[in-house]
């Protein structure tokens, strides 16, 4: 098997189609860093770390210093012990989990490469297409009605909808302005840890009055609050779903023990590849829901997503749309769209970047 023979890492940024908005804040571009490996047989492994509005420190300066201290211990190293150089990676930079993910999905690019193997066989072979949804930010109920509307003509049928946490009567307004721009669209809330309990509660009942209906309610309290999110579950017996509380299978565990959530939101931008692979394995035995999401990657960062959860079938939510968020872009291959389908169909090999 080759060796890696070098690392290139370098800093990318996109712009924003529109501003994105969240409960955790705003941005209009994102800056994020790519890697590459060259493998001494002149195969070459791709990944893309993003940074994130929830992960603040994951700035693109930080994420760069972290994938340079890797270099010297992966260098000289064989793509055949690949978990080795995955484990070295977690082991070297968990305290920056986008950096180590990305250096553990350009690994597994160029393992994957080597065998002349799509990433998507790799991880399961189970399908080659998945449809994602469409990410509706914070924003007022007649911009979500518009956006919702022209989100519903380009044929998406899945909504995700960022909620504040703070005024449950003006998030309720906006899910209504959401039903009304794309009345067969299925919907899910996101708080981004925007609620306390009183303000779910009261968010829960002006859903009931208003008859509409949601998926699952995505991580409406502080990501350590597992207590609340239990009391929550327990008093409305709406899904709840885990995004920010999970970074681990670890944490999985520790979530489904205190019957905090109904499922959760698996990023592998926060927990790697075969850390995703940890977590769905954990999700089935507790017999709990999956949902797959992404930052603000290019299509360089979100196909090692889009293979994961192509190969392992395992996702009921698939929120894998930031392409659809950036600015157009030059960059080919990883996975085709078709309105809100994803597919990997005909990758020979890698993520096929």
């Not at 066989?121 to 990410?135: M, V, Y």
């Not at 005024?167 to 009345?183: I, L, N, S």
Request: hydrophobic residues 40%.
């Amino acid at each position: 098997m080759p060796i890696i023979q070098t690392i290139d890492i370098k800093p990318v940024s996109f712009k924003l189609k529109k501003p994105f908005v969240t409960a955790a804040g705003r941005k209009t571009e994102t800056h994020n860093v790519q890697i590459m490996l060259h493998l001494s047989d002149g195969t070459r492994g791709l990944s893309e770390a993003s940074s994130s509005i929830a992960m603040p420190s994951e700035s693109q300066e930080n994420m760069i210093v972290s994938l340079k201290s890797m270099i010297p211990e992966l260098r000289g190293k064989s793509i055949e012990n690949y978990r080795e150089l995955v484990a070295t990676s977690w082991r070297l930079q968990s305290l920056h989990p986008t950096a180590a993910a990305a250096m553990e999905c350009a690994i597994l690019d160029a393992y994957a490469r080597s065998l002349d193997q799509p990433l998507a066989d790799f991880l399961g072979g189970k399908g080659t297409e998945i449809e994602t949804d469409l990410t509706l930010s914070l924003l007022s109920p007649k911009e979500l009605f518009a956006q919702a509307r022209d989100a519903a003509k380009n044929g998406f049928r899945q909504l995700k909808v960022k909620l504040s946490g703070q005024v449950p009567k003006e998030d309720c307004e906006r899910m209504k302005a959401v039903r009304k721009g794309a009345p067969r669209a299925t919907l899910v809330a996101d708080g981004n840890q925007g609620f306390g309990l009183s303000q779910a509660m009261e968010f829960f009942h002006e859903l009931k009055r208003a008859q509409i209906a949601i998926t699952f309610l995505e991580q409406p309290f502080r990501k350590h609050d597992l207590r609340t999110m239990r009391l929550f579950r327990q008093r409305t017996h709406l899904p709840v779903f885990a995004d920010e509380a999970i970074l681990s299978a670890a944490d999985a565990v520790r979530l489904f023990e205190a019957e905090a959530a109904d499922g959760v939101n698996i990023k592998v931008a926060k927990s790697g590849l075969l850390g995703a692979l940890d977590i769905i394995h954990i999700a089935q035995r507790f017999k709990k829901r999956l949902a797959i999401g992404c930052m603000e990657e290019s299509k360089v960062g979100l196909a090692a997503s889009v293979h994961l959860a192509c190969g392992t079938g395992a996702f009921e939510w698939v929120d894998l749309d930031s392409v659809f968020l950036l600015k157009p872009t030059s960059q080919r291959g990883g996975f085709t769209m078709k309105g809100c389908k994803l597919s990997v169909k005909g990758i020979r090999a890698g993520i096929g970047i």
